[in-house]
Nanobody
Framework: QVQLVQSGGGLVQAGGSLRLSCAVSGTAFAIGTTNWYRQGPDNLRELVATITWAGSTSYGDSVKGRFAISRDNAVKTVYLQMNSLKPEDTGVYYC??????????????WGQGTQVTVSS
């Protein structure tokens, strides 16, 4: 029953912006520490951004200053705002989050992935 459902992504020109979403399904659940990963054409998986239970954020070197991770507990969603996109940002983006129930961690789940393509 518990899932992380991703949305957003698509095709954008270099310099443009996209916002990815990662939402927990089910009314009894919340999302805690969440990571965003991406897998580019080289099939290497990179950690792009992290937000902790307490709200601390961190970013991969390649996206610092351009991407921002945030969480809205009211809608149980973690976002990745992607600005000043570059062709090298192209890839499949995955969220990985810890799902909680009544404040207790249940398990870590992966979203289904969403394609981001940045054209030059």
């Amino acid at each position: 029953q518990v899932q992380l459902v991703q949305s957003g992504g698509g095709l954008v020109q270099a310099g443009g912006s996209l916002r990815l979403s990662c939402a927990v399904s089910g009314t009894a659940f919340a999302i805690g520490t969440t990571n965003w990963y991406r897998q580019g054409p080289d099939n290497l998986r990179e950690l792009v951004a992290t937000i902790t239970w307490a709200g601390s954020t961190s970013y991969g070197d390649s996206v610092k200053g351009r991407f921002a991770i945030s969480r809205d507990n009211a809608v149980k969603t973690v976002y990745l705002q992607m600005n000043s996109l570059k062709p090298e940002d192209t890839g499949v983006y995955y969220c990985q989050g810890t799902v909680t129930r009544v404040g207790r961690p249940i398990s870590t789940y992966w979203g289904q992935g969403t394609q981001v393509t940045v054209s030059s």
